[in-house]
Nanobody, 115 residues
Framework: QVQLVESGGGLVQPGGSLRLSCAVSGTILSINTMGWYRQAPGKQRELVASITKSSATNYADGVKGRFAISRDNAKKMVYLQMNSLKPEDTAIYYC?????????WGQGTQVTVSS
């Protein structure tokens, strides 16, 4: 059984920063691309950022220059550093990873950007 557990969400003022973490656990043979998605109320889930096993990254246009994704393969973790947060970044953020050649999701962590 594979589990992805996110942490680091919360309430932050506009312009602030948060760092999300996601830990992968269980019987793990392979972890390929990892990423972060988000879903705001009434909207579809969307890709925020992804990172391959060789650390090639991809970002949604709206977060380029503000967010940074990274991973620690030894610790089986992926991170999302979020800076200059805006109210429109408010959403549930989900960790995603291809683990053992299957797509896996975390339970999500709420990020709220509000004054």
């Amino acid at each position: 059984q594979v589990q992805l557990v996110e942490s680091g969400g919360g309430l932050v003022q506009p312009g602030g920063s948060l760092r999300l973490s996601c830990a992968v656990s269980g019987t793990i043979l392979s972890i390929n691309t990892m990423g972060w998605y988000r879903q705001a109320p009434g909207k579809q889930r969307e890709l925020v950022a992804s990172i391959t096993k060789s650390s090639a990254t991809n970002y949604a246009d709206g977060v380029k220059g503000r967010f940074a994704i990274s991973r620690d393969n030894a610790k089986k973790m992926v991170y999302l550093q979020m800076n200059s947060l805006k109210p429109e970044d408010t959403a549930i953020y989900y960790c995603n990873a291809e683990v053992n050649w299957r797509n896996s999701w975390g339970q999500g962590t709420q990020v709220t950007v509000s004054s």
